[in-house]
């Protein structure tokens, strides 16, 4: 599954989430929850069954209208998922076809070993639509050498969402603006060297990716 497709699949999950809870169902369920300490901020955790998917968080402020999506999928899942729908693709073709050739396993394996994204976004409700305002996207190591693939890079997300829930309050600035300088890149490093060790290289890939509305 290439950056677009996990793009579109992501945007058509936070549909699912934007739904009111009445009519939603199943389709996001909370799976945990925590607050700050002034009880103003809340963070949940939601289910998001798509290919790779680990960790989903939903931050959202009693004061503001605009809300963050932190997401934390395995880069291996999703690879797993873009070869079973090669596999798919090559059997519906006569195996003469030409484009047949195209659809050929490749080496998919990221050469930095790269294991897991994490995706950051605002989610903005107006009154016609819902703009997602990115934030970032990074690919990352956040396994080193431990057998469960998702345990430390789990713990690393969520020691940076209790971060974004302890931010301070400043006088004369609201909370998207002390969250919109928060450093990104230098918190996951921080905790990354605390959980999976302190000569822990990343190999950090951002992406560049523009805002879309929905």
């Known amino acids: ?47 998001r069954n798509t290919p790779g998917a680990v960790h989903t968080w939903y931050i959202r402020h009693q004061e503001s209208p605009a809300q ?10 999703m690879r797993i998922e873009m070869a079973k729908q090669r596999t798919k693709q090559q059997k519906a073709l006569p195996a003469d076809d030409p484009y047949a050739v195209l659809l050929n396993p490749v080496d998919w394996k990221d050469k930095l070993n790269r294991t897991h994204r994490i995706s950051v976004q605002w989610i903005v409700k107006l ?34 969402v209790r971060e974004i829930l302890d931010l301070k309050s400043l006088a004369g600035s609201p909370w998207r603006s002390r969250v919109g300088t928060f450093p990104w890149e230098e918190t996951i490093e921080q905790y990354s060297r605390v959980v999976i060790g302190a000569g822990h290289n990343l190999n950090i890939k951002k992406f560049r990716i523009q805002d879309i509305s929905r």
């Open 1 to 47: 599954m290439n950056l677009s497709q996990w793009l579109k699949t992501l945007v058509e999950w936070i549909k699912t989430l934007l739904v009111p809870s009445v009519r939603r169902k199943q389709a996001a369920a909370v799976v945990e929850q925590m607050s700050s300490g002034d009880g103003l901020v809340e963070a949940k955790r939601y289910d």
């Open 127 to 160: 009154q016609s639509r819902n703009v997602i305002s990115r934030v970032g996207t990074w690919d990352m190591d956040l396994q080193g050498k431990s057998a469960d693939p998702n345990a430390k890079a789990e713990v690393v997300v969520r020691m940076v």
């Open 68 to 77: 963050l999506l932190i997401t934390l999928d395995n880069l291996a899942g």
